[in-house]
């Protein structure tokens, strides 16, 4: 069973960068297909980004489209989440997710139902 562990959180100014980690372990990280995912209290959970096992197929939310950049290293067991061009409105907990499920289209890929294992989150806060 994977074990997930993000980081890399914390305050920014609007407009700045900040690049979140998730490092696995206790699985092979190669055969999870891993999402990022982000929560605000009081709403849903929202998926933000998502990366296919090799690198192949990238997804995002129409809202980060273009600012934010997710990408894994298999020899490192770690996938990221580049985000620039930071708003206040990207305020949330960050959660990193792995499934192991496979032929996952886009429609699945947004749905944190599909998710199997996920970290504890790591809190990003941006200031106006």
């Known amino acids: 069973q994977v074990q997930l562990a993000e980081s890399g959180g914390g305050l920014v100014q609007a407009g700045g960068s900040l690049r979140l980690s998730c490092a696995t372990s206790?699985?092979?990280?190669?055969?999870?297909?891993m999402g990022w995912f982000r929560q605000v209290p009081g709403k849903e959970r929202e998926f933000v980004a998502s990366?296919?096992?090799?690198?192949?197929?990238?997804y995002y939310a129409d809202s980060v489209k273009g600012r934010f950049t997710c990408s894994r290293d298999n020899a490192k067991n770690t996938v990221y989440l580049q985000m620039n061009s930071l708003k206040p409105e990207d305020t949330a907990v960050y959660y990193c997710?792995?499934?192991?499920?496979?032929?996952?289209?886009?429609?699945?890929?947004?749905?944190?139902?599909?998710?199997?294992?996920w970290g504890q989150g790591t809190q990003v806060t941006v200031s106006s």
């Open positions: 997710a792995a499934t192991r499920r496979m032929g996952i289209t886009q429609a699945m890929a947004v749905r944190d139902t599909l998710y199997d294992y």
């Open positions: 206790g699985g092979t990280f190669s055969t999870y297909f």
């Open positions: 990366v296919s096992r090799h690198s192949t197929t990238t």
